[in-house]
């Protein structure tokens, strides 16, 4: 499978991870049997391939070397992600390449909503590398994004999946009133790993971004996931769905971590199977309407069927 995806320049010479390019080699645990994908070679993994390259877009499919891209590409369904190939921030988990971003290009939103046409995408994933230094933190960019889609693909459902917007006033409702379907704000961890894990980002910031969703627009579906096997102690686990379900979340992912290279996160376990089928009846135990829990879950793995069926729980809005 391919997952482990590089460190090396780009084009310009530039290393991919700079913060992370003199940290020590940490160790690679071998993947167990069921970490198992399909590898990217179907006709339909070549067409999404064409559309995102045509429309000169951004996948977080890619950029974050997901293990599901050879599935979800075959069947059309790419996770847009706005706003450049390039973070502002340096999360020890992430792919993503860091340094600081070009300009917004004022085109992107009509390309993305092309591409969800050309895609026939029914339902459709926004997400962002984190931009701390604009302003409105992309907020007014989503808003443009979901304000392209609507316009050229009424029937397409919506889900956003954003950064914390830390310290920018106002982008979370920027990005609520622009009315996505579906408002998507992962954990990524347990609270005690924050410092290792995902520095630059306040756990009670998360949670508070997911509670103000539902403050400005209680019928506002929200979602939010974490990844296991960082070192995370399961009552931590436990402790982090009650949160979530304080601040009203409905639906809860959870998947196990893999290690893009070397120089990121160590995976300190993989969790079996079994393990995430226990933590996905204990979730919904605890009330969230919509769990999905597995060894390769990630937020945008069949997003558009589970928001489907999370939508048929609820009454019409
Ligand atoms: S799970 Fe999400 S990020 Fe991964 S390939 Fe599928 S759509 Fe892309």
Redesign the pocket.
Known sequence: MAVLIDNVPDAAGRPRHPEKAHRPDQPALRKPDWIRVKAPVSPGYTETQRIVRENGLH???EE?G????G???ENK???FMIMGDTCTRACAFCNVKTGLPGALNAAEPEHVAQATAKLGLAHV?VTSVDRDDLDDGGAGHFAAVIAAIRARCPDTTIEVLTPDFLRKDGAAETVITARPDIFNHNLETVPSKYLTVRPGARYFVSIRLLQHVKDIDPAMFTKSGIMVGLGEERNEILQVMDDLRAADVDFLTIGQYLQPSRKHHPVVRFVPPDEFEALQTIAYAKGFSMVSASPLT????H?GEAFARLKALRPAR
Not at 298 to 301: C, D, G, P, T, Y
């Open positions: 996948t977080v499919c974050a997901c293990p599901n891209i599935e979800c590409w369904h790419a996770t994933v990630r937020s945008s793995h997003a």
